[in-house]
């Protein structure tokens, strides 16, 4: 169940989602980056609405819709609105989700057995949390399926997400961890880069030659976690000469007690996600 999976393309189905900010809108744009496939864009503000209407007026298979329209023709549905949105929306879609259909819950907190109480028999529960990764392909979502989720349903979702990244499937207990090295992690790595960043500014560099040195940095490093799949510590050693200047900059971060930084973070995010 903890095997990261790399989904393979999947049938065409008509994919709602619910709230299109800032994670919304990176799952949209990363679903509908090739032009194929049915996307139903439900956004509660009818400013708001009209602007996504003209944003992607040239994006074939986009169609913004109420939420209602959406509940009676989509497959899946990914309810990415703010938490405390949930059960309101999830109360005006009830009476127009299809049996068979899929409901996957991005919203922070809210548990499956919210989901269970909301919706009607019939209709699957997933708990997911992306990160905005996704909207350059590169994301992360971890999804916790209902018991009666089926093998079949729970590939769907998987397939559907596959512009956006990797998935992986944990227990719901796993949530709120898993937040904090995923969801909530990107904005750790940036401001690692911001403040590389500003530390070479301050010793010459050019903003922008900074941020291309400190990004491209971060971008190989991860490349080579990801692609190699050796241990982080083992990575860093290589890099690290006895004595070295690599090795000056580890003890001073070790010094500030980095580890314990990181580590009091992804117990504070934990505890808020959980």
Known sequence: MTTPHHPRAGAEMTTAIYGVGAMGGAILEALTADGEGEV?????????AESLRRQYADRAGVEVVDATTAASRADVHLVVVKPYSVAGLLAQLAPSLRPGSIVLCLAL???????AEALPDGVAAIRGMPNTPARVGQGMTVLSPADDVTDEQLQQVRDLLAPTGETIV???????????????APAYFYLVVEAMVDAGVARGLTRSD?????????RGAGAMLVETGEEAALLRAAVTSPGGSTAAALARLEAHAVRHAFADAVDACTDRAS
């Open 40 to 48: 139903l864009a439900v956004e509660g503000a009818a400013e708001r």
């Open 109 to 115: 907190g809210v548990s499956l057995a919210d989901l």
């Open 170 to 184: 944990l227990p719901e207990s796993q949530q709120g961890v898993a937040t904090a090295l995923s969801g909530s």
């Open 210 to 218: 900074a941020l291309a040195l400190a990004g491209q940095a971060a």
